[in-house]
C-alpha cells in the first residue's frame, strides 16, 4: 500500500500541446493517502482513464511527476509499481480454471504453492466463486468472467494500489448492487489504496471514502459522499450529482439577498458584491411548494411519480427547476410558489461556490 502523490501532473495527446484545450488532463497537484478507497467520478473523455492509466505507468505524463510514499515512479512499468488493475471488459485465460486465473499472479512471483492455493481459496469465498474453481473459464458469462478478473485483481496481498476502470460494465445490473457491495466490504478487510473509475454517481458514492469529481480533464472537487452533497464547490459538481441534480438558479447577490428576476429572498449569510456571473443553487429536496404567495411563483410543468417520491418540474420564466415532493403530494394549480431553505442555499461566482460571512 502506499501514499500517492500527483505533483503538478497534465497530460496531453498531443505531440506539441499549446493551449489548455489541448490536454486531456489538466494540471493537478494532489495527495492520495494510503489504504483510502477512492473514485474518479466524471462523464466520458473527461480525463479520468487517463488519470488511472498514469498511476499504474500505462502512460506517462506530458508534464509533472508521481511519487508512491515519496518516491519518484518516473519510467516505472506497472509491475515495478506493484499495482494490481481490472478493466473494463474481463482479462482470462479461457484454458485455465477458475482457481488457475486467480493463482496466476501469485504463480508469476513465484509465491509458495501452499500460500497460493489458501488465497485463492480465501478470494474465491470472498466473491463467490468457490464452486466453480475447478471449471475452466471459456465459456462462463460476462459477468462470472468479470469476477474473476476482479478476483485476480485482488488476490495480491501487496500492492501499492488496486485500480478498477469502469469494473461493472459487463456486470448484469441485477448483480451490481452486489458486486459493489463485495468491493466495499473487500476494502474494509484487506485496506488497499483503491481507486475506482465510473461515470456513474451511484457507484461512486456506494464505493468510496472520497469521490475525485473531474470534467474536461480537470478535478473540480475531492470529498466524501456527503461534503459532494451538502456542499458542492463548483455548479458542475452540484449538477451531477443527485437525481435530479442541484438546480443552478441566475440571481443577482447582495449583503444577505438575492434577487431572481423581481422576487427577493433573503439569505442566512453576508456576501460581498460578486463579479461575473452569479447563480443560487439549491438541491430539489430542499425547495418546497405551496400556495404561499410570499414564495417564488413558478408555473407547475408536470409531476413524475416515481414511487416512493415525486419529481415535480417547474419554471421560473425559462429557468427549470425541479422539485422533490412526497408521495402524497397533489397539486393541480397551474401556477405555485416556491420556497427555499436558505440553510441549503449556495451562492455561486463564476460557477464557483462562494463563502458568506
Not at 4 to 13: K, M
Not at 39 to 46: K, M
Not at 165 to 184: F, G, H, N, S, Y
Not at 324 to 346: I, Q
Request: contains cysteine.
Amino acid at each position: 500500500m502506499a501514499k500517492i502523490t500527483l505533483s503538478n501532473l497534465a497530460h496531453s495527446y498531443q505531440t506539441n500541446p499549446a493551449s489548455p484545450a489541448d490536454y486531456a488532463l489538466q494540471t493537478l497537484d494532489h495527495e492520495w493517502q494510503d489504504g483510502t478507497a477512492y473514485a474518479l467520478l466524471g462523464p466520458s473523455g473527461c480525463g479520468k482513464s487517463t488519470l488511472l492509466n498514469i498511476i499504474s505507468g500505462l502512460v506517462q505524463p506530458s508534464q509533472g511527476r508521481i511519487l508512491f510514499d515519496g518516491v519518484d515512479m518516473a519510467g516505472a512499468t506497472t509491475a515495478q509499481r506493484d499495482i494490481a488493475q481490472v478493466f473494463q471488459f474481463p482479462v482470462v485465460y479461457d484454458t485455465m480454471t477458475v482457481a488457475e486465473n486467480l493463482a496466476f499472479p501469485l504463480k508469476n512471483r513465484k509465491m509458495d504453492k501452499a500460500y497460493i492455493s489458501t488465497r485463492v481459496q480465501q478470494v474465491a469465498q470472498m466473491i463467490g466463486l468457490e464452486p466453480i474453481l475447478a471449471q475452466r473459464a471459456k465459456g462462463l458469462s460476462a459477468d462470472v468472467q468479470q469476477k474473476i478478473s476482479l478476483g485476480r485483481g485482488i488476490v495480491r496481498e501487496q500492492v501499492n494500489a488496486i485500480l478498477f476502470d469502469e469494473p461493472l460494465t459487463v456486470i448484469d445490473p441485477q448483480m451490481k448492487w452486489a458486486l459493489r457491495t463485495q468491493l466495499k466490504e473487500l476494502h474494509k478487510e484487506l485496506s488497499h489504496t483503491m481507486i475506482y473509475v465510473t461515470h456513474d454517481q451511484t457507484e461512486a458514492l456506494t464505493f468510496a471514502d472520497q469521490v475525485v469529481v473531474m470534467s474536461e480533464g480537470r478535478v473540480l472537487q475531492i470529498g466524501s459522499p456527503k461534503e459532494l452533497f451538502e456542499q458542492p464547490r463548483h455548479t458542475f459538481v452540484g449538477y451531477f450529482i443527485g437525481s435530479p441534480g442541484m438546480n443552478i438558479i441566475p440571481a443577482a447577490i447582495l449583503g444577505n439577498g438575492a434577487s431572481i428576476g423581481d422576487y427577493t429572498l433573503r439569505l442566512n449569510k453576508h456576501y460581498s458584491a460578486q463579479s461575473g456571473i452569479t447563480a443560487l443553487g439549491i438541491r430539489p429536496e430542499h425547495l418546497t411548494l405551496s400556495d404561499d404567495t410570499s414564495g417564488l411563483q413558478v408555473e407547475l410543468l408536470r409531476v413524475e411519480d416515481v414511487g416512493h417520491y415525486k419529481i415535480v418540474r417547474t419554471q421560473y420564466r425559462d429557468i427549470d427547476i425541479n422539485v422533490l415532493a412526497g408521495k402524497s403530494f397533489d397539486y393541480r394549480a397551474d401556477k405555485c410558489y416556491l420556497s427555499f431553505d436558505p440553510d441549503f442555499t449556495h451562492v455561486y461566482s463564476n460557477d464557483w461556490l462562494v463563502e458568506g460571512q
